[in-house]
């Protein structure tokens, strides 16, 4: 029998970690435990391991892997990157979090309240793919605590092998210790009472990680430069843009880092972009986030005026293409990673062209869904894209998934889960607002929080989206919707973003162009719980079949 897998089959970054846990898996013994890429965070800082073994009778192994490339001279580790050799620390890495797990377990309350003594804990480094010397010895680190190449064969045999004068303050640990230790590692035995916002919460955090397939598209997207992404609502294209500009900025796979430039048509998405990438070590940010507009103000071109199309399609294009052929080197970019590209408008790609450091190999990823086209914009990039197709929903629940899935560019495979039922409150145009005010009301009741609702109009604007907008300014009023309150907009402008209750208020007759579009984006904000109020014939004049699945669920 196998060692107990925490996860069953991780994904590993590197072949290294993945050879080590193949062998460890091969070797252990059934009542030895495996965790895999464990994450620990404390007062100090995050910790990581690439693997913890929890032994009876032997401890709890913290194991730094390192992989080809890896090097020891004068005192000092260090890996070839990208050409050159840059320090690293395995001994510290593995040594810190061994400290910050001991604390960890030893202060939980299910430890204390036990008569667990002081158990051992031990560090180690393992080189999978390089031999070391007969004479190695490191003062950080002697010879049985680290493993090579050729020690592979025998890993599990000498993780066990711990001096006997090693930590003789502290016991190896009994089966029962260890199964604890494991219950408290991996969260088992914690109850929660569920709420309305519980599973929504649950579907979001399984949302959040990529699929296979995203998985895929990504490793692929590192040995391609010219790309354009496509998938209809739902489908994880902004988490795919938000990762790949955070993975092109750090630098993956022997790559170098590179100057990267995320961006977006609409001033809500940009908004929330420059949230995120916040959140993120400086390091691994990109150099620019914004709209379009934003780079052109970046570039010292002031904004023209909203009602004038042709300084948006001929007269800023032109500027921006004159200011990026005179950039200086320091100011160009690697590569653009574009959400939401169907709205970039055909004049709006030579400009970008322009900045890039390499006009021929410099990086192009789009993001787009032509379904999801509110403009009357048409227009791609002048150079060849290689089109990768995204064909499942991970963001909204099947019920929501189904309502709108008529309009989607593709099939979709639904893999949102489950949630309510979608609800439809028919009203008039004329009385659809005053409709929807009220359903704002009844999700409260239900007991979804302030700010996880949206209220969405696809015609005028709610009256409470104009004052904020009036009081605050665009940028103002997009500041709000990071606030815990209710939020009122508009379809336009919430493309690419989502919470997890939408009121769609349908207040027109449908007859407007692009009322299709606008409808699609609509049915598709909300991840968990969606109320439609308005005339199913509006609706209809959309799509009959969209109208139909409202239908079955109108109150």
Not at 366 to 377: A, M
Not at 407 to 424: K, Q, W
Request: charged share 30%; hydrophobic share 40%; proline share 6%.
């Amino acid at each position: 029998m196998a060692p107990q897998l925490f996860p069953p089959d991780p994904r590993f970054t590197t072949d290294s970690e993945r050879v080590v846990w193949e062998r460890l898996r091969q070797s252990l013994n059934p009542a030895d435990t495996i965790l895999a890429n464990y994450r620990l965070t404390d007062s100090h800082k995050d910790h990581e391991a690439d693997l913890i073994v929890v032994a009876p009778d032997v401890g709890i192994i913290i194991i730094e892997v390192k992989g080809a490339g890896t090097a020891y001279r004068d005192g000092q580790w260090s890996r070839r990157y990208d050409g050159r050799e840059q320090p690293i620390h395995p001994v510290t890495q593995a040594r810190d979090m061994r400290y910050a797990l001991q604390r960890y377990i030893e202060s939980d309350p299910r430890w204390l309240a036990g008569s667990h003594g002081k158990v051992r804990f031990a560090h180690s480094v393992v080189l999978p793919f390089t031999p070391l010397p007969c004479n190695f010895e490191a003062a950080e680190c002697p010879r049985w605590m680290i493993h090579d190449k050729d020690d592979l064969a025998r890993l599990a045999e000498r993780l066990a092998d711990i001096p006997l004068g090693f930590e003789t303050h502290r016991i190896p640990p009994d089966v029962d210790d260890c199964e604890l230790i494991v219950e408290i590692l991996t969260g088992k035995g914690i109850e929660v009472i569920a709420g309305v916002e519980d599973a929504s919460a649950e579907r979001a955090e399984r949302a959040n990680r990529l699929t296979q397939e995203q998985d895929l598209i990504l490793s692929v997207t590192r040995l391609l430069r010219r790309v354009e992404i496509r998938g209809g609502a739902g489908s994880g294209k902004t988490v795919l843009a938000l990762t790949q500009a955070r993975q092109l900025s750090q630098g993956r796979n022997d790559r170098r880092p590179e100057r990267v430039a995320l961006l977006c048509y609409s001033i809500g998405l940009a908004n929330y972009f420059r949230r995120e990438v916040a959140s993120w070590q400086r390091k691994h940010r990109p150099a620019f986030v914004g709209t379009f507009e934003s780079l052109a103000n970046l570039w010292g071109i002031p904004s023209g005026s909203r009602d004038d199309p042709l300084f948006w399609e001929e007269k800023l294009p032109s500027l921006m293409a004159e200011r990026a052929a005179d950039l200086p080197p320091g100011h160009r970019f690697d590569s653009f990673v574009v959400d939401e590209a169907q709205d970039f408008a055909e004049s709006w790609w030579r400009p970008l062209i322009a900045a890039l450091r390499d006009d021929e190999e410099g990086g192009l990823f789009l993001y787009s869904d032509e379904n999801q086209r509110l403009f009357n914009r048409f227009g791609r990039p002048p150079v060849p894209l290689i089109p990768l197709v995204l064909d499942h929903n991970l963001r909204n629940t099947r019920q929501i998934a189904e309502v709108f899935r008529p309009l989607a560019p593709s099939r979709m495979r639904l893999e949102g889960g489950d949630g309510p039922e979608v609800a439809h409150i028919p009203a008039s145009p004329e009385h659809a607002l005053d409709a929807a005010d009220d359903q704002v009301e009844a999700l409260l009741d239900e007991g979804w929080a302030p700010g996880s609702i949206a209220l969405l109009t696809t015609g005028a604007r709610h009256p409470e989206q104009k004052s904020l907008q009036d009081l605050h300014g665009q940028d103002g009023y997009w500041d709000c919707f990071q606030e815990d309150e209710v939020f009122y907009g508009h379809v336009l402008g919430f493309k690419g973003l989502e919470r997890r209750a939408v009121v769609l208020c349908v207040n027109e007759d449908g007859t407007r162009q692009r009322f299709k579009e606008r409808i699609y984006v609509g049915l598709s904000r909300a991840t968990d719980r969606l109320i439609v109020v308005g005339d199913l014939e509006a609706i209809g004049r959309a799509d009959g079949e969209v109208a139909r699945n409202l239908a079955r669920s109108s109150c």
